[in-house]
């Protein structure tokens, strides 16, 4: 699959899951000058941007990117400098052994067969500062599939250029290479890059950008044309395995994660005798629930992302035997019930999970298992309006979701969670843009309104709008931003100043609470956190959120 990048869509061009196999930048033949490499996450980074010019470069490069950078609509004048984009998927639960081999290895990944025909030196860098570097491997292959040399990322790290394994092609590999793969982490958020070179002391070209993670081309997000389908339901995610060994885990990698109400998973599975299964979300995650199924009884587990804590057990009554089948569903009223079915019948109780139920669908048992089924459904996908934030979107007193509620506007879908933020900044994540990509992989809404902005700094939100601005134009979805209020210890006049520029509809919430640059809000609006509202300063929000966007009003109340 191959792209020109002005048939690319901004925000595909660093999807998760996905190689992009970036054409030698010639800058040297196409514009006069020598191509100029750059540590890769600079590049990374500038990519992600849509801007393609390095720190380093000099002023006369800076000013032909530059300008490439300040018009962004006209991104057809890159095609003078980037053949185009190859797309090469991963493959999950696989790595790279020391041999050259192809083995199961959960929580690991290994790139499509990438052809090979560099004859110089090529240099590989793990750009993620926690990813060990000999988790990193990247291994050459003949024309027969035999290993000629594998080479694993050293675990020195260079402050300016990640961990890297610079190689010769010509010296140090053994043979004629056909092909080559990479292994690394999948859960990391970190990038993997390739650059070549004729000589390791002249120019390095970026090749290659791998990042790990879930696939969510926008060519497979719903089209425009479909839109007005999506508040007619939309087809269930489902992961499915014949047989699942004990203690090995069935996930739902492409589900939303952050959704707050209205959720559901369902799940079945054979087995010739009964130990115990977990299902949930978010194994060992921060703010994702489970439970834990033995022949007694029904366990709830909750984690803060470093400790699982366990709640009260809850007799089933059952006689579990041959098969187990189930569903999970938290409701408008953030509150779950879990039915489950065996040879002697069903149950069923209700858990209250509090509007939190994160991250990724998941199963496994401690028995081995067969026709073991997961699916993720979610009713508010299919509502008109989405409303994407941090934990000012929270569902309590003290937070616009829950005033929102308390007010009888609550028919639209919540997608937040405490410290999210536009883009990725660490594991397991918490990037609202991610999510945004896997649902519309599944539906899209009329409008977004979109409240981050708290975290992640000005400069990075400014970076970022215009992919999401982008993304909207194309899926025909009407953006609606939010102005973050100032606090003592984070200003937001340069992010707000850059929204109302945009000309797009916004909620001012500086206004609501009547925030100064110095973060000083009306008086007791501000709680002594420093940060958050209190209840009346979240009342506050929310009313203005109802007359800014009075779009919120429309699907009915409570």
């Excluded at 290993?147 to 260079?158: G, M, R, W």
């Excluded at 970076?463 to 200003?491: A, H, M, R, W």
């Excluded at 937001?492 to 000309?503: A, E, F, P, V």
Aim: hydrophobic share 35%; proline share 4%; glycine share 8%.
């Amino acid at each position: 699959m191959s792209k020109k990048f002005s048939e690319l869509d901004r925000a595909s061009s660093l999807n998760n899951g996905d190689l992009f196999a970036l054409a030698q930048v010639d800058a040297e033949a196409e514009t006069g000058y020598k191509s100029v490499a750059a540590p890769v996450s600079d590049v990374a980074q500038k990519l992600l941007k849509n801007t393609l010019y390095p720190t380093d470069l000099n002023t006369e490069h800076k000013n032909i990117f530059g300008a490439i950078n300040e018009n962004r609509e006209d991104l057809n004048d890159i095609n003078t400098i980037l053949d185009g984009f190859s797309i090469v998927n991963f493959i999950e639960d696989k790595n790279i052994n020391s041999s050259g081999e192809i083995i199961d290895a959960e929580g690991f990944c290994v790139s499509e067969k990438i052809p090979y025909t560099w004859t110089g030196y090529r240099r590989y860098y793990c750009d993620a500062a926690d990813t060990p570097g000999s988790q990193c491997r990247i291994a050459f292959y003949d024309s027969n599939d035999v290993a000629l040399n594998v080479f694993t990322a050293p675990s020195n790290n260079d402050a300016n250029l990640g961990r890297y394994r610079a190689i010769n092609a010509e010296t140090q590999v053994s043979g004629a290479a056909s092909y080559v793969r990479f292994s690394f982490i999948k859960s990391y958020v970190g990038k993997v890059a390739e650059h070549a070179s004729i000589n390791p002391t002249i120019y390095w070209t970026a090749t290659a950008i791998i990042q790990p993670g879930i696939v969510s081309e926008v060519e497979k997000m719903v089209p425009i044309a479909e839109q007005s389908n999506s508040v007619l339901g939309s087809n269930s995610l489902t992961a499915e395995a014949s047989s699942l060994s004990s203690n090995t885990t069935l996930a739902l990698l492409n589900a939303p994660w952050f959704i707050k109400k209205n959720v559901g998973i369902s799940a079945r599975m054979n087995f010739s005798s009964f130990t115990s299964i977990s299902v949930g979300k978010g194994y060992h995650k921060y703010r994702g629930k489970w439970v834990v199924i033995d022949g007694t009884n029904i366990t709830p587990y909750s984690s803060d992302g470093s400790t699982d804590t366990a709640g009260t057990p809850i007799p089933h009554g059952l006689t579990i035997s041959d098969f187990l089948q189930l569903s999970m569903y938290m409701g408008q009223d953030g509150k779950m019930t879990l039915s489950v079915n065996s040879m002697s019948g069903i149950f069923s109780t209700i858990i209250d999970y509090g509007y939190e139920w994160n991250y990724e669908p998941f199963i496994f048992g401690s028995q081995n298992m067969t026709n073991v089924k997961i699916s993720f459904s979610c009713f508010d996908i299919r509502r008109p309006l989405w409303v994407f934030g941090d934990s000012y979107m929270g569902i309590s007193n003290v937070r616009i979701g829950g005033q929102l509620k308390n007010l009888g506007f609550f028919n639209y879908c919540i997608n937040s969670i405490a410290g999210a933020r536009a883009v990725d900044s660490g594991t397991p994540g918490k990037s609202s843009y991610n999510d945004l990509l896997r649902m519309l992989a599944i539906a899209t809404p009329k409008f977004l309104l979109w409240t981050d902005g708290m975290n992640g700094g000005d400069q990075s939100n400014i970076d970022f709008l215009p992919i999401l601005i982008s993304l909207c134009e194309q899926k025909g979805i009407e953006l609606i931003l939010y102005l973050p209020p100032s606090v003592p210890t984070i200003n937001h006049d340069l992010l707000n100043t850059y929204i109302k520029s945009t000309g797009l509809r916004y909620v001012d919430g500086n206004a609501a609470v009547g925030a100064t640059s110095e973060g000083v809000w009306y008086t007791d609006y501000l709680s002594s956190d420093g940060v958050h509202p209190t209840d009346i300063g979240a009342q506050a929000l929310a009313a203005r959120f109802i007359t800014d966007c009075p779009e919120l009003m429309q699907y009915g109340n409570t």
